[in-house]
Nanobody, 126 residues
Framework: QVQLQESGGGLVQPGGSLRLSCTAS????????MAWFRQAPGKEREFVAA????????YYSDSVKGRFTISRDNAKNTVDLQMNSLKPDDTGVYYC???????????????????WGQGTQVTVSS
């Protein structure tokens, strides 16, 4: 059974940092596109960052570029999201997603991913 499990969320002050981790199980995800999305209350799920298939190229939304870093460890079947200089607007539930068949132009759409974690809450507040 394929599963994705996020961890590492919590409450942090503006300007602080958090590191989210997603552990995949059930099969190897080394060739999948792995991504992070987030959803704030009352808003649609939005793209945050992705690592495209096995090529190692990374992609970020404009709102997090320069502050967030996505990385993966294929041996451990994990993908992490290092979040620095956090802002209140970064608050939301963060989801890990994976898919093995995406083309590059499709990585930004949540509906294109087959596998999802249950999400982890990130709250940025003083």
């Amino acid at each position: 059974q394929v599963q994705l499990q996020e961890s590492g969320g919590g409450l942090v002050q503006p300007g602080g940092s958090l590191r989210l981790s997603c552990t995949a199980s059930g099969r190897s995800f080394s060739r999948d596109t792995m991504a992070w999305f987030r959803q704030a209350p009352g808003k649609e799920r939005e793209f945050v960052a992705a690592m495209f298939r096995s090529y190692g190229r990374t992609y970020y939304s404009d709102s997090v570029k320069g502050r967030f870093t996505i990385s993966r460890d294929n041996a451990k079947n994990t993908v992490d999201l290092q979040m620095n200089s956090l802002k209140p607007d970064d608050t939301g539930v963060y989801y890990c997603a994976a898919d093995s068949r995406l083309i590059l132009s499709s990585i930004y759409g949540a509906k294109n991913y087959d596998y999802w974690g249950q999400g982890t809450q990130v709250t940025v507040s003083s």
